[in-house]
């Protein structure tokens, strides 16, 4: 027996001097082989290789060596992974941290906040309770946010704004009173905590309360505080209709007083009364830019936008949250009111029913209802059995029913419009959507399809079959421009030394499947995603793998 061990013990010796000469010969996590690199700067494409080592990369073009993994992506594209510039993925991510169908459009960052955000929760804003893994847990913080998103595990990293609509809710309440002095103080010390804590900028939604009843003065005074940090100012105007010059205008105006970067979200002319009017819009913001005011925009490509049926009442019936107004829908004297500003609409405010010109046809219910996927003139028309009936007033019957809330998409603006402002060279690309998937709880509902779709989609429809926009230029628009924008430095680009997030895919085969009356299909082509160096899509399928982090704009 101890012959055969010592006989044994050379073999073992030799075997552990392979293994670590093996080892010793590794140099890589993982080697992207023969692909066709676009590194998002917007340069032409190359062939080369790409190494990856402790989530970052660290080679690019023809690489010797070996990896614990090597991937053979011949014919396959190369980039950079996409950055969602405005998502609502919130708390679907704390349902479900896979983000599965962002994940499989290639999206490796998500870009959260609008009016509303994950925080602040304090003063008159309760905390809001959130399920994550069976669990019920509550933050006050942007930080706490970060906290609890981070430790349930997410495959996609984000980042957010701090929503004007959170921070003047934590101090006024559902209230339209306007702030004191001292009220307006308060606000600016909850931005500047969410500065401090993280936050890429300040988010409005000026259409509706409560940013509807910030003045442009009190924007401002906000934005001064985001810009000692270089944070971003990122608003969805006042009114993207009849108005829609003169909200432009207001969004440069508080970049030029302020010093703050001004990103205007989703932008888009939403009433038929103003079509083809982009180029006018264009012309402000390039004349902006050319007077020292940094104003961009994002883009989602869809000519229909995502809301509420809520959103056609007047704002001002919105005032002391959803019970009040619901009241004043079952009062006679309120309902007439709020009849005659439906309409015929109120000076300032972006009217959706009059946007589409009054044709409910152009409405797509999406709740979780019995309605969902039905137009709201099959839904009037079931409802009154076909008779002659009053479509407004049972429109009010409806929303009372409902509670108050009715997701639906409003078929609102054009093509050419939408096609001009994608080309333009400060224009990058945001969903609006959210992280859902095909089954389990996160399908719900009857959702935009831009959930699913819209980054395969810029590359399947606007690139290859269009040719609206170049295959650089569109990578560009997903990934460096955005990060950029947001003051991610190491995102966004394929160099050495940048964060291991990749997108890889099929030019000739990537395209979005999902329809507004189909909304639930992945997109297809996208092959590879590697999130902070780890893969999450695998050949197309997701790993299960959570690499996602928190990123934390530094200024």
């Known amino acids: 027996m101890r012959r055969a061990l010592v006989f044994a013990l050379p073999c073992l010796l030799t075997a552990t001097f392979i293994l670590s000469a093996q080892e010793k010969d590794i140099a890589y996590d993982l080697l992207l082989r023969h692909g066709k690199i676009v590194d998002g700067a917007g340069n032409p494409w190359f062939h080369g290789d790409l190494a990856i080592r402790d989530g970052k990369i ?93 430790r349930a595990g997410i495959s996609t990293n984000v980042t957010t704004f701090v929503g004007l609509g959170q921070v003047w809710e934590c101090v006024m309440g559902k209230s339209h009173a306007r702030p004191t002095k001292a009220q307006l103080e308060e606000m600016k010390a909850l931005v500047e905590q969410a500065m401090k804590e993280g936050a890429a900028g300040l988010s409005s939604m000026l259409m509706m309360p409560p940013g509807s009843l910030a003045t442009t003065d009190d924007i401002v005074e906000l934005c001064k505080v985001v810009a000692k940090y270089g944070g971003t100012y ?196 945001g969903s609006d959507g959210l992280a859902l998937a095909t089954e389990g709880p996160l399908r719900r509902g009857h959702p935009h399809p831009r959930s699913f779709g819209t980054f395969p989609r810029i590359l399947g429809v606007y690139v290859r079959e269009r040719g609206i926009l170049k295959l650089e230029d569109a990578v560009r628009r997903m990934t460096s421009l955005t990060a950029t924008k947001l003051g991610l430095r190491d995102r966004g680009i394929l160099r050495p030394g940048m964060a291991a997030d990749v997108t890889v895919f099929d030019a000739e085969r990537v395209i979005d499947r999902a329809t507004y009356t189909e909304p639930f299909r992945y997109s297809e082509g996208i092959e590879y995603v590697i999130v902070n160096g780890q893969v999450v899509l695998d050949r197309g399928k997701h790993t299960g793998a959570r690499p996602g982090r928190a990123l934390r704009r530094v200024g």
Not at 262 to 273: G, L
Not at 364 to 386: H, P
């Open 58 to 150: 660290v080679a690019l073009g023809k690489i010797t060596g070996k990896a614990k993994r090597e991937i053979d992506v011949r014919g396959l594209i190369v980039a950079p992974g996409f950055i969602d510039m405005h998502s609502h993925s919130d708390f679907t991510l704390l349902e479900d941290g896979l983000a599965q169908s962002k994940i499989r459009q290639g999206v490796t960052t998500e870009v959260l906040g609008e009016g509303s955000s994950v925080a602040p929760y304090v003063g008159k804003l309760t905390p809001r309770a959130a399920k994550v893994q069976g669990k019920t847990v509550r933050w006050t913080t942007l930080s706490g946010y970060f906290e609890v998103v981070e």
């Open 234 to 429: 990122a608003s969805h105007i006042r009114t993207e209709g009849v108005g829609v010059l003169e909200a432009i205008q207001e969004a440069i105006e508080i970049g030029r007083r302020s010093g703050v970067t001004v990103e205007i979200i989703h932008i888009k002319i939403a009433d038929q009364q103003f079509w083809g009017r982009m180029n006018l819009i264009i012309q402000k913001i390039d004349d902006a830019r050319k007077d020292g005011v940094n104003v961009g925009a994002n883009i989602y490509p869809y000519t229909r936008g995502h809301n509420n049926l809520a959103s056609i009442i007047p704002p001002w019936a919105h005032e002391g949250g959803t019970a009040k107004m619901l009241a004043r829908l079952k009062d006679p004297a309120e309902r007439a009111k709020i009849r005659k500003d439906v309409e015929h609409g109120v000076p300032g405010w972006y009217n959706h029913y009059t946007a589409v010109g009054g044709d409910w046809s152009r409405m797509l219910v999406s709740a979780n209802t019995g309605y969902k996927g039905l137009t709201m003139d099959r839904i009037l028309a079931a409802r009154t059995k076909g008779k002659k009936a009053d479509l407004v007033e049972e429109f009010f019957d409806l929303l009372v029913e409902e509670g108050g809330s009715v997701p639906t998409v409003f078929d609102h603006h054009t093509e050419k419009d939408m096609n001009l402002a994608m080309q333009q060279p400060w224009c990058s690309i």
